[in-house]
């Protein structure tokens, strides 16, 4: 088998394009997920009761519902409440809250991981509950979650070829045109899969990156 090296070169602009999008939602969406996974873990450690069981169905029902699930919600059923995202906002938020589900976990067993007796240091010293998370808790938990974090954001990152189901121009989606217009699937897919990899291997290397700065 040989493959059509100027077919692949003629197609790879168009490949470029949708790699450069999937790049765009995918540092937003890590980004995100981050910082909701932090807010929200805060939020059911300090919070009341009420808070914490919320915070736990919305871990919960992201978790058990199929990312799918998550995207049809927002692009089609909040429009009939008035609620209007486009196809790149829609894939946006989808995957964002569902890596901000999964990092609520994460964090809350990197939290629980961390002895007790740092937490009570903390309230002798006279810190605020608030202070103890942030000044305490949360630098020991952001190092112990590290690599866990990363495997799920890496997750979330390959769950942007779903999008194609709601025509945003990524990877996935302009892979399976060209698929459909030529006709041609090995150097598709060739191609697909190794920018793919380059989306995901930089994650991966900055996770590493950090890992060595904070000593994991």
Not at 129 to 157: C, D, G, H, K
């Amino acid at each position: 088998m040989s493959l059509d090296l100027a077919f692949m070169q003629q197609i790879f602009p168009d490949m470029l394009r949708a790699f450069w999008l999937s790049v765009q939602i995918s540092l937003i969406t890590v980004v995100l997920s981050v910082i909701l996974g932090i807010l929200l873990t805060a939020a059911r450690m300090l919070g009341g009761t009420l808070t914490k069981y919320v915070i736990i169905s919305f871990v919960e029902f992201t978790r058990g519902a199929p990312p799918l699930v998550h995207i049809s919600i927002i692009y089609f059923l909040l429009p009939e409440f008035g609620v209007v995202f486009n196809e790149f906002w829609t894939g946006v938020i989808a995957l964002s809250l569902i890596g901000a589900g999964y990092s609520v976990e994460i964090f809350r067993g990197a939290i629980d991981a961390i002895s007790s007796s740092q937490l009570d240091a903390s309230k002798a010293l006279g810190f605020t509950q608030i202070q103890s998370f942030r000044l305490v808790l949360l630098p020991q938990a952001y190092r112990l979650s590290l690599p866990p974090l990363t495997n799920e954001l890496a997750n979330v990152i390959k769950a942007t070829s779903l999008l194609s189901v709601i025509s945003v121009n990524e990877l996935t989606k302009v892979a399976n045109d060209l698929i459909f217009v030529h006709f041609v699937v090995i150097e598709v897919i060739i191609q697909l899969t190794a920018l793919y990899l380059i989306i995901v291997g930089c994650l991966m290397f900055l996770s590493k990156y950090l890992e060595a700065r904070l000593k994991v």
